[in-house]
Nanobody
Framework: QVRLVESGGGLVQAGGSLTLSCAAS????????MGWYRQAPGKQRELVAS???????NYADSVRGRFTISRDNAKNMVYLQMNSLKPEDTAVYYC????????WGQGTQVTVSS
């Protein structure tokens, strides 16, 4: 069964922090690279962070130094720690493999107020 379930979003003031979680089915997780993506209103979905099976990470310039992606291979979980949040980080956040597969979960809304 294919499953991607994101959680942890919410409303936060600029400068605040949130931690997102993603539960993935084993058929998706396996040894694949995993990523966090986001889609703001009127914009295309973009990859903001990715992590390889053994923990090597990569970040978009817009979030580098503020976001930290991690994974727990034993639990098929992916996390995104977001610090120093900005209003421009407001978006629906999704997890998926990197590159992404066609299946997407429901995402989790992150809203950063100024």
């Amino acid at each position: 069964q294919v499953r991607l379930v994101e959680s942890g979003g919410g409303l936060v003031q600029a400068g605040g922090s949130l931690t997102l979680s993603c539960a993935a089915s084993g058929s998706i997780f396996r040894t694949n690279a995993m990523g966090w993506y986001r889609q703001a209103p009127g914009k295309q979905r973009e990859l903001v962070a990715s992590v390889l099976y053994y923990g090597i990470t990569n970040y978009a310039d817009s979030v580098r130094g503020r976001f930290t992606i991690s994974r727990d291979n034993a639990k098929n979980m992916v996390y995104l720690q977001m610090n120093s949040l900005k209003p421009e980080d407001t978006a629906v956040y999704y997890c998926n493999t990197s590159p992404a597969r066609s299946y997407w979960g429901q995402g989790t809304q992150v809203t950063v107020s100024s």
